[in-house]
C-alpha cells in the first residue's frame, strides 16, 4: 500500500519550524537547489539543522539531520557525491542554534519527519526523551 505524500509547502516549512521549539535559530522561508547549496554555499552559515528535500513534484523525499564542524550544506553534499540525492529538486533548511546537543538535532529530524513523512527516509530518530546514564540509574 502506497502511502500518502506530503509536499513541501509554506505551511509545512512552518509546521517543521514549529516542531524545532527553542532550537529554531531563524526560518528561511525560501527553497534552495541542491546546486545553490553544494556549489553556491547556501546553507555555509548554518553547522546544525534539519533539511528537507522535495522532488521535481515538490513531493517531500527525505529529511535529515547535521551538527558538524563544517555547514548543513557539506551534509547535503554527502549524499550528492554517494547518489542518493538524485531526485531532489528544492530544499528547505530548519536551521538549529550552533549549540544544539546532537540528542536534540536528531530528535528534532525525527519529529519533522513523523509529521512530515518523507518518501525516502527508511528509518527516523526515536523521538523519545533520552535515558539516563547507567550511572545514574536506580538499581532493583
Known amino acids: 500500500m502506497k502511502r500518502s505524500a506530503y509536499t513541501l509547502t509554506p505551511e509545512n516549512y512552518g509546521t517543521a519550524c514549529d516542531l524545532a521549539g527553542s532550537a529554531l535559530l531563524r526560518r528561511v522561508p525560501a527553497a534552495s537547489t541542491v546546486l545553490q547549496i553544494t556549489e553556491g554555499g547556501a546553507w555555509n552559515e548554518f553547522s ?57 538535532v536528531r530528535r528534532i529530524e525525527g519529529r519533522i519527519g513523523t509529521v512530515l513523512r518523507p518518501l525516502d527516509t527508511m528509518r527516523l530518530p526515536k523521538l523519545d526523551v533520552p535515558r539516563r546514564p547507567a550511572s545514574h540509574r536506580t538499581s532493583q
Open 48 to 104: 546544525a539543522g534539519v533539511y528537507i528535500a522535495a522532488d521535481f513534484e515538490n513531493v517531500i523525499r527525505y529529511t535529515g539531520s547535521a551538527i558538524r564542524d563544517g555547514s548543513v550544506g557539506d551534509r547535503v553534499q554527502e549524499h550528492v557525491l554517494r547518489g542518493r540525492a538524485a531526485r531532489w529538486t528544492r530544499l528547505m533548511v530548519v536551521p538549529l542554534a550552533p549549540d544544539t546537543e546532537e540528542d536534540l
